[in-house]
């Protein structure tokens, strides 16, 4: 059995020695430890892959360690077992390009993951979902409706002990609301490299302002547009020749591409949110 | 002899055409061109670069240009000669990782020019241009003294007929009369992906923000600060572990990189800017 | 109507004005042109769109072209009218990442082409071709039934009238008469920076070997194996902590990404074969 | 005090709270620990960074650790201590780039180290030596002297204490006997993505093979020719229309980034050699 461990708590000497011990003393083979200082904040942080030989009571584990250990140095920690898959959702409208990629890789095997379904403001990639046999719910968004859609919203994803939220290209605000439910588990793909070009329309304005490099950016969504905790960027080279469609051609695959990877990174448990920033472990 | 014509005029039918024969019918060999056509602003830009087997007199061919073709399409032109080499001047302030990059460059005959003087507000670089044997002139910069600085600096690129000026980390404001003297001759490096992290302090802004990536951005100097055309950018990647001051390192070398990069396409004339954004032929 | 015209001679002058005066004459419109000159060979390269607002008679501009022009520089030259579009044959094995690729990008509108079907010598992906829609032959690939094999891809790729075919991790060599039947018109995937790690296992050789980037190379197919003309290539960093199965994980976007590029390359007539290189024109 | 242990051995349950406990009861805080394990061998990394408030006796802590851990899991193992700077030796032919870069770096202190003196087996880099105030000591090596000059070079290196040799683009082949007094302390910088080009003339060959990126490649030296363990490796990219200069011109700033980057993890103490493959800690 494999047990992941994530902490994050005041810096001071001897944690590593303690936390490793913890894990030794219980026949635990540390596989994997990442371990960060902040040294401006005074933060220690830390992830720990350990492996089991037998099965044993994580719930007994789990309590001992918060009273061994976590309560002394006032952690902050969560410890996942691989018992199972993590739920996926997927939330789109319009754009089909993130939709085929994620599904293209989860059929492939590369997304270690369930996905119980698609959630949609329009109808048009129904097709995609059904070609891939995924359920697909059509729940659209108006003025009026607003309150009602994530009410329907809220409900499949308790109905389906949904764990996170990935929005590939979906053009609506998240609501506070829905949020607060999922803190740091829905993912955003935003395609400039913020804090650039935040807001509607950052192909267009990179073209305005004739830059070189265009951008995407995956974070975690926060009540802010587009200044939540950023996971991953990259960017693509471009030059005074391309068009605005040329920028949004060119910008699918650095879409695509960054969102698969902050996806991945959070499927593995190797984020961490600390003030607005992540932590990424290796 | 070699000439490099740089134009641009309202996209029309046969400009190619024509330019092509007119140097042709004067003996010129077309060894380069590109030519790009903004269709939003429906704009032809084109750089050709013209080989001559004999010399000749280049006055009458910029006339019988001007006067054949310039003014039929209402061009936008220039044509330059290899007669001889750019004279570029370095302004500095206490940072000497550009300056030594840019010297290292042109003493390595990597860039084609003449350096006929270093100008700083401060006089810590002083030895490195004793070094590389290049005139150093030390104008103290203060609040009172703004206007006189100016003057001598103005003054001293007069003299030495200094065809463009790069700001290698230069930590002052440039007057609207200086840059009213050098439109689009003025090369700044900026250390940050530009529109992102405009203004001071941007390693700082960029290590608040959280972001993944940092940047440089190397463009032409306008009245409204960093906001002038970008004629060439890159980034490096980060991570969370690293401190400000470690991006304060690693961007030394985008910063050293992206301006060379920049300062070489200007020699070679291969920058034309138009509303704002930057032409960059091949 | 749009014309490519894509051209090589012997270097010389006055190439460039007499063919923009030859579509000058016939009203054509310039809208694109990029010419480059291998000095080390003396050889021109040209690539020229034009615009022309009339319908008219392709095969005598092709017969004046070639009369007028063509023969007195003893051109290599191709006239390409966007008529119909290009019919794209797929081959593949078992990898299904590069087809889930290809097949989005097709449906999302990306590639302008027809896909009439796809080959395997395996059924594994016989699904996919399903859920995207796509006639899949299924022609299993043996010692002994090699030759009847090829015949039986031959006969369908003339049926379906293809232009060119694009090998997918299609992990079968391609006979030399397949090849001779469509020169430069195989596009190979090879999943690593050639020529390092030619031949099999790549990502198994640079574990080996310690790398710190792997690499994917979009090329031709020519009789030497991983030896014809590269048409695009791009690297990921890795590290000392990737296994073997990371390197294969990440080598998959990267192969993805190379081969999508070098498609579009190949179908928009934006490359030129000489001396086993390509010219690539922007 | 800041001590730095590098660790391998074979894998096996509880080194790192062992190695972590022992620190521990020492009063050493540990700011930094990396691990890493290799699956495949079954060999197990870690670097450790530890510092303690108080001076202390380290020769004692070396025995210490050697009798209580080293010799239990017969580690192959490093302490080092920042008593003093390394001291770094450059061998330099007639290629300036790379020595200038390296210079301007260490003046901007960017390089933590000595530099006592500069080898070279030509006069030509002299005068760049005298500029920035080192010693250089002209060796010159032909077939005849090849065994006396090496001589001399050794005399040197013993007499200045030099830690580690970096070789800036030295063209000449380093003899197994001053490999073997240096052994993972001698730096190349090899201008091509290797294992691709080995040799000499690698942007000659890159030319001809028509390859889409350039490459260059920081490694320990070994007894066979750019053949051992890299550090570092990066790429630019290239096209059809860049002649072997280009290549050359291009591939400076590569050269320059990567050997430094090489330079850095070194003095750093973050690589570790093991069955010639590097690791490199964060």
Redesign the interface.
């Given at each position: 059995m494999r047990l992941t461990l994530l902490i994050n708590c005041q810096d001071t000497?001897?944690i590593?020695?303690e936390v490793?011990?913890f894990?030794?003393k219980r026949?635990g083979?540390?596989?994997?430890?990442?371990?960060?200082?902040?040294?401006?904040n005074g933060t220690f942080f830390m992830r720990l892959e350990n492996e089991f030989s037998s099965e044993f009571d994580i719930d007994k584990l789990r309590l001992d360690f918060e009273k061994s250990i976590a309560q002394t140095y006032k952690m902050d920690w969560k410890l996942f077992a691989k018992e199972r898959l993590l739920k996926m959702a997927i939330f789109v409208s319009k754009y089909?390009?993130c939709l085929?990629?994620i599904l293209?890789?989860y059929?492939?095997g590369?997304l270690n993951i369930e996905i119980p379904f698609i959630i949609s403001n329009h109808n048009n990639l129904a097709p995609?979902a059904k070609?891939?046999d995924i359920p697909f719910y059509h729940i659209p968004v108006t003025k009026d409706t607003k309150i009602e859609a994530e009410e329907k919203q809220l409900s499949l994803l308790k109905e389906f002990e949904i764990d996170f939220i990935v929005l590939a290209r979906y053009m609506q605000i998240i609501s506070d609301k829905l949020i607060a439910e999922y803190p740091n588990n829905i993912i955003n793909i935003h395609h400039s490299?913020?804090?650039?070009?935040a807001g509607a329309k950052p192909y267009h304005s990179a073209y305005k302002?004739?830059?070189?490099?265009i951008?995407a950016t995956c974070h975690y969504v926060t009540a802010e547009l587009d200044a939540g905790?950023?996971?991953?960027?990259?960017?693509a080279r471009i030059?005074?020749?391309n068009?605005i469609q040329d920028l949004i051609?060119k910008g699918?695959?650095l879409e695509k591409?960054v969102f698969?990877r902050g996806i991945k990174l959070h499927i593995q448990r190797k984020t961490m949110v600390f003030n607005?920033?992540?932590?990424?472990f290796?």
């Open positions: 000497s001897g590593i020695a490793t011990n894990f030794h026949n083979n540390i596989v994997y430890i990442d371990q960060y200082v902040d040294t401006e089909d390009h085929y990629d293209g890789r059929k492939a590369e995609i070609a891939f490299f913020l804090p650039a070009f302002r004739g830059v070189k490099i951008g905790p950023i996971i991953e960027q990259d960017i030059s005074h020749s068009s051609l699918r695959d591409i698969a607005n920033k992540t932590i990424i290796n």
